[in-house]
C-alpha cells in the first residue's frame, strides 16, 4: 500500500534562513514523488518532481527536493526563505505500477516565513 | 489560456438532492482525478481517468459516480449527498503518463456544504 507522511503541521522559518519541509513516503514499486503549493483560496500548483535519474530535483521558485531512496525521503529545501513562500505545501505519491494512476497525498504542511 | 474549469465553485445542498460537479479541460489531456480536500487529511483522491470510457476509483469512492463520456470533461456525481461529504472538491488533469507528461494541472476548487 502506499503511503505519504509529512510529519509537520507547520514549519516557522525567518525570511532569508533556509527552509525544509519534510516528507517521508511508502511504496511497492519505484516512486514518483511531487510536490505541490496551495496558496490561500487558491488551487494547487505544481512545483517539482522527481520520476527517474539525478537525485536532486530543481523546480519553481528557488525551491528544490533530494530523492533519498534508502531513507525513503523526499524533503522539500530553499536556500532563502521568502515572506512569499507561505503557504500550503503538499508532498504526494504515485506508485509507477503500470496501469494504475493512484496518487497518495500527504496531509500537507503549512509554511510561515516570518519577515 | 490552459486552464481546468470548474462549475460550480460553491453549492450549498441539502441532504439526498443529487448534484453534479462539472470539470473541463483544454490542453487535450489524458488524465484527469477528482479529490477532496478535509482538514488535517490533506487531499484524497475519488476517482480517476485514464481515458475516455474509463474511469478507476481512487482511496474513497463511496458516495460519488464519475463518467467520461469525451475527453475534455469529467463530471463528479453525488446521487445522495450527506453532510459528511461537506469538502472542498478539486478536478485535476494531467497529459498522461511519463517523465515529461506526469503533472497534475489542477481547478480552482469546488466548496460543498450539505445540510
Known amino acids: 500500500a502506499q503511503s505519504v507522511a509529512q510529519p509537520e503541521d507547520q514549519v516557522n522559518v525567518a525570511e532569508g534562513n533556509p527552509l525544509t519541509v519534510k516528507c517521508t513516503y511508502s511504496v511497492s514499486g519505484n516512486p514518483y514523488l511531487f510536490w505541490y503549493v496551495q496558496y490561500p483560496n487558491r488551487g494547487l500548483q505544481f512545483l517539482l518532481k522527481?520520476?527517474?535519474?539525478?537525485?536532486l530535483v530543481k523546480g519553481s521558485y528557488g525551491f528544490e527536493a533530494e530523492f533519498n531512496k534508502s531513507q525513503t525521503s523526499f524533503h522539500l529545501k530553499k536556500p532563502s526563505a521568502l515572506v512569499s513562500d507561505s503557504a500550503l505545501y503538499f508532498c504526494?505519491?504515485?506508485?509507477?505500477?503500470?496501469?494504475?494512476?493512484?496518487?497518495?497525498f500527504g496531509t500537507g504542511t503549512r509554511l510561515k516565513v516570518l519577515a | 489560456e490552459a486552464q481546468v474549469t470548474q462549475n460550480p465553485r460553491y453549492l450549498i445542498t441539502v441532504t439526498g438532492k443529487k448534484l453534479t460537479v462539472t470539470c473541463s479541460q483544454n490542453?487535450?489531456?489524458?488524465?484527469m482525478s477528482w479529490y477532496r480536500q478535509d482538514p488535517g487529511l490533506g487531499l484524497r483522491q475519488i476517482y480517476y481517468?485514464?481515458?475516455?470510457?474509463?474511469?478507476d476509483k481512487g482511496d474513497v469512492p463511496e458516495g460519488y459516480k464519475v463518467s467520461r463520456k469525451e475527453k475534455r470533461n469529467f463530471p463528479l456525481i453525488l446521487e445522495s449527498p450527506s453532510p459528511n461529504q461537506t469538502s472542498l472538491y478539486f478536478c485535476?488533469?494531467?497529459?498522461?503518463?511519463?517523465?515529461?507528461?506526469?503533472?497534475?494541472?489542477f481547478g480552482p476548487g469546488t466548496r460543498l456544504l450539505v445540510l
Open positions: 485535476a488533469s494531467s497529459p498522461g503518463q511519463g517523465v515529461a507528461q506526469e503533472t497534475q494541472y
Open positions: 490542453m487535450n489531456h489524458e488524465y
Open positions: 481517468s485514464m481515458n475516455v470510457e474509463v474511469t
Open positions: 522527481y520520476i527517474t535519474g539525478d537525485n
Open positions: 504526494a505519491v504515485r506508485d509507477s505500477l503500470w496501469g494504475t494512476y493512484k496518487y497518495i
